[in-house]
T-cell receptor, first 113, second 117 residues
């Protein structure tokens, strides 16, 4: 099955600076890599995802990069704002019909005003 | 309109009791899931149903029994509750993966915080 490792577990950055969260996966057949954001007391929500046929995807201040050779992908948040404070999860599907997502252990991001 | 809803939002009960959590989605999705999020925020899949059929059953004690009366509903019944069952339980839904294609976004419910005393 898929094994997803996520680092760091906690990250504090000054408002306006950039934040980077990294994940590695084990199953070379994985073809879809989403990132979910979970604010305190709320549900996880998809913020960006990337499919294996591209190396980078950007949506305003957030971007995801994928290195299939090295089996890792990263979330980049630029010009961080207080509302970016949350727990972020990466995920990757197993080769079980791709319906099962294995989530990383989460990164608690704190933006310091 | 709420896309994925769960009831109750909070559930406090004593060890040994039996309880149920209900989930409903109005997105027309074929696939529904139950996840458990523990105190360390680890998010682990428990079960997945595709159009009322069980397709994923992780290593979960058989005290946990999911039931899907139709593809819009996936309920979770827990027998003989234990202290370690305390967690937040999330229901989620997504479109069905076709022919081992790439998965679709999973939409999560608001969660049910279960506290076993």
């Amino acid at each position: 099955g898929e094994n997803v490792e996520q680092h760091p577990s906690t990250l504090s950055v000054q408002e306006g600076d950039s934040a980077v969260i990294k994940c590695t996966y084990s199953d070379s057949a994985s073809n879809y890599f989403p990132w979910y954001k979970q604010e305190l007391g709320k549900r996880p929500q998809l913020i960006i995802d990337i499919r294996s046929n591209v190396g980078e995807k950007k949506d305003q201040r957030i971007a995801v990069t994928l290195n299939k050779t090295a089996k890792h992908f990263s979330l980049h948040i630029t010009e961080t704002q207080p509302e970016d404070s949350a727990v972020y999860f990466c995920a990757a599907p197993t080769n079980f019909g791709n319906e099962k997502l294995t989530f990383g252990t989460g990164t608690r991001l704190t933006i310091i005003p | 309109d709420t896309a994925v809803s769960q009831t109750p939002k909070y559930l406090v009960t004593q060890m040994g009791n039996d309880k149920s959590i209900k989930c409903e989605q109005n997105l027309g999705h074929d696939t529904m899931y139950w996840y458990k999020q523990d105190s360390k925020k680890f998010l682990k899949i428990m079960f997945s149903y595709n159009n009322k059929e069980l397709i994923i059953n992780e290593t979960v004690p058989n005290r946990f029994s999911p039931k899907s009366p139709d593809k819009a509903h996936l309920n979770l019944h827990i027998n003989s509750l234990e202290l370690g069952d305390s967690a937040v339980y999330f229901c989620a839904s997504s479109q069905k993966v076709v022919n081992r294609g790439a998965p679709y976004e999973q939409y999560f419910g608001p969660g049910t915080r279960l506290t076993v005393t």
